[in-house]
Structures are given as structure tokens and as C-alpha cells.
């Protein structure tokens, strides 16, 4: 056992301590050192343009969902779907609502035509006015 003390098959450099760092800094000099960090100011004009951007996106959305529930009845209504199915019924108590009286603007003799010529005007009037209103969204809140 003694002999085992006395010898070591340790290299004897694996154990010495590293040399001392010195408290220079990694940048060369004082001036290429970055500031310590500020406190991040609000873009306020950015963050307008954002929720102008984001107003006027949800404006565009929304017309063209009126106006794809709008085809939709058309569609039902022509392809004559069960008016007893929920999802006719509901598309179809939506496009009265959203026909906002040019279901009765014209009044041909087929009532298919009637419904694709009525519905067809009211869906192209979502879109026109969806696109109008976000435009001027867009000009008033400044993200032209």
C-alpha cells in the first residue's frame, strides 16, 4: 500500500492551477465596449400601423366572409339543398340578414335567377365596401 502512495501515474501538469485572468475586457479598449443596455423605447407610429393594419385586415376578412355565406346560399338554393339541414338553415337565415334588401331588387319569373341575381349583388356589394372601408382605414390611421 505505501508503494502506491509514494507513486503517482497522474501527469503532474492535469492538476495545476490555470494562470490568473486579468481584468482586461475582451474588447480592446474602453470605447469599443458596448453601452450597458437602455430600456427599449416604444415605436408608438409603428405600433399604429400595426393596429391599423390589423383593423383594416379584419374589415376585408369579414366582407369577404359575408360574402362567401352570401354564395353559399346561392349555391344551396340552386343546387337545391334540404332546407331542413342546420347548416342550410343557418346559411340561409344569414344571407337575409346580410342581403340588406337587395334579396327583392330585381324579380324574375324563376326564383333560382331571382336568388342568384339578388344574393350575387349583395355579395359583390360586401366586397366592394369591405375594400372601400379598409382602404380608408388604412389612409386615416397613416399605412398607406
Known sequence: ??????????????????????????????????????????DWVAVKDQVVGLLAAVVRWAGLFFAALLVLHVIFVIGEANPDNGIVSFVQSWADWLSLGFQDLFTP????????????????????????????????????
Open 1 to 42: 500500500m505505501g508503494e502506491h502512495a509514494e507513486r503517482n501515474d497522474r501527469d503532474e501538469g492535469a492538476t495545476q492551477a490555470m494562470p490568473p485572468v486579468h481584468a482586461s475586457s475582451t474588447y480592446g479598449s474602453a470605447a469599443e465596449e458596448p453601452e450597458p443596455r437602455r430600456k427599449r423605447r416604444t
Open 109 to 144: 319569373e324563376d326564383a333560382k335567377l331571382k336568388v342568384l341575381v339578388n344574393y350575387g349583388i349583395a355579395a359583390l356589394f360586401w366586397l366592394i365596401v369591405s375594400a372601400v372601408v379598409a382602404r380608408i382605414i388604412r389612409r386615416v390611421g397613416g399605412s398607406a
